[in-house]
């Protein structure tokens, strides 16, 4: 079974998660990370901009809740929630990350299941 893929198309939203979150980001051959972030902001600046940012696989643990987590949880009732060790495992339908130590999470779109 495909693992799904995970993208950015906002440059600054991708740019966020790879600052604040250390996330790895693939845009064509370009690989934007913690130390090409000069580089990243010199091509935009010269206009070059990918359609995609795309979570490198050595990223996607990221993307996972953790305690401390401000979340949405989906389910038959939608409820914002910070969640505790007690949470884990996560018994929800899904769950989108809102804030992680106090700071704004971006959460990706998700192509293919």
């Known amino acids: 079974m495909a693992q799904p893929t995970y993208f950015y ?6 740019l966020w998660m790879v600052k604040t979150f250390r996330l790895k980001l693939v845009a064509g ?3 934007l990370q913690t130390e090409s972030i000069d580089a990243f902001l ?3 600046g010269r206009g ?6 795309v ?3 050595d990223s996607l643990g990221v993307l996972d809740p953790k305690p401390g987590d401000i979340v ?11 969640l505790v060790a007690k949470d884990f495992p996560l ?3 899904g769950y989108q990350i809102l804030h992680r130590s106090g700071r704004p999470f971006f959460a990706p779109d998700r192509a293919g299941k």
């Open 55 to 57: 979570v490198h696989t």
């Open 91 to 93: 018994t929800g339908m």
């Open 29 to 31: 051959a370009f690989c």
């Open 72 to 82: 949405e949880e989906t389910g038959i009732k939608t409820k914002v929630k910070r």
């Open 48 to 53: 070059v901009r990918p359609e995609r940012f």
């Open 42 to 44: 010199e091509q935009l």
């Open 9 to 14: 198309t906002d440059p600054i939203a991708a």
